[in-house]
């Protein structure tokens, strides 16, 4: 044997929502890379409150497989829940996360870890170059948003980077630590540091069922994200402010001007109309981005746990 040592462990979280199509090609295609590679492996399915077989056959993996650890959520608590579960409970050395939908190659694993051993890098992610397969409006407004929140955020977001990665004991640590009830963890990521690699790929389309994405579900996570990682909304509103303050300075040294050199006729009520319209929706528009994250602070102070377990094979 090559390594007298323990062999390192590889952790892989499966966030698994309605997953019982996919799940099958999924652990055959892991289980035969597994075998190729010298290290060891933990899987960490965790069933996100799925409504079809998903923990069904997690149990029948368990029940043939070792390495196969589950957590089963009481309900759907969303992909990011299930992501941090699964950092919160992997042992391994190194810790992954791979959607059950084989668009996340599992092949690509052995590129990272060496990567990583050898470059001395702490993480490896993958980011998708095209986005073929996708609806054509997601990925447009998809793209709008990256552009947007790297202006306005400190914290990079790499456009088209999935949540797959390859990351050391070390970063998996630092984002346990990052208790928030409101997670966006392309942000947290890039938000804990640690040298990232990133590799390139081309869209694949999931083996297997459907994806979970609705249009407004990703529109919400956008706005999840930008709230999470920006204050700048909030600066904005204040700009704004100020730059309404000024053009009105601006309207009324001319009106005086006016009716000094005119007189005052009384005309220019459907403008005044417009106007006080704008202004008013501009107010509740400024509100609603201040209730936005009085929101978000309001259910960051409640700290309600970001997932709740029914069932698991996992002893602690
Ligand atoms: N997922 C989850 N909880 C959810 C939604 C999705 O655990 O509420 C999982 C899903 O089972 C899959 C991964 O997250 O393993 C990615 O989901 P999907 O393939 O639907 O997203 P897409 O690839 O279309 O971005
Ligand atoms: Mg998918």
Do not use: H
Request: glycine letters at 6%; one cysteine or more.
């Amino acid at each position: 044997m090559k390594n007298p040592f323990k062999k390192e462990v590889i952790s892989i979280i499966v966030p698994s929502y309605n997953e019982a199509e996919a799940l099958p090609y999924f652990y055959d295609e892991v289980k035969s890379l597994a075998k190729e590679m010298e290290q060891e492996f933990e899987f960490i399915f965790v069933n996100d409150g799925s409504s079809d077989d998903t923990l069904t056959i997690l149990r029948n993996l368990a029940d043939s497989d070792k390495r196969v650890k589950y957590i089963s959520f009481s309900r759907n608590f969303g992909k990011e829940a299930a992501m941090y579960a699964g950092f919160e409970n992997a042992t391994g050395d190194y810790v992954t996360v791979m959607d059950a939908d084989l668009q996340d190659p599992p092949q690509l694993l052995k590129e990272m870890i060496k990567i990583i051993k050898e470059e001395g890098y702490d993480s490896v992610g993958v980011r998708r170059v095209t986005r073929k397969g996708e609806p054509v409006i997601r990925s447009f407004f998809a793209r709008r948003f990256y552009k947007i929140i790297n202006k306005m955020s400190d914290t990079e977001m790499v456009d088209g980077a999935r949540d797959y990665r390859l990351m050391t004991r070390q970063m998996v640590n630092a984002l346990v630590e990052m208790k928030e009830y409101n997670r966006y963890s392309k942000g947290l990521f890039s938000f804990v540091g640690f040298k990232t690699k990133w590799l390139e790929y081309e869209n694949i389309e999931r083996v297997a069922g459907e994806s979970k994405w609705s249009f407004w579900g990703l529109f919400k996570y956008a706005i999840e994200g930008i709230v999470g990682f920006s204050t700048v909304p909030l600066v904005m509103a204040s700009f704004l402010g100020v730059f309404l303050c000024f053009v009105a300075f601006l309207f009324i040294a001319i009106i005086i001007c006016r009716t000094l050199i005119f007189g005052d006729p009384v005309s220019g009520w459907p403008s005044l109309a417009c106007i006080i319209i704008f202004i008013g929706g501009l107010q509740l528009l400024c509100i609603g981005v201040i209730g936005e994250y009085l929101a978000k602070t309001y259910l960051e102070t409640k700290k309600r746990p970001i997932y709740i377990v029914k069932d698991t094979n996992i002893k602690k």
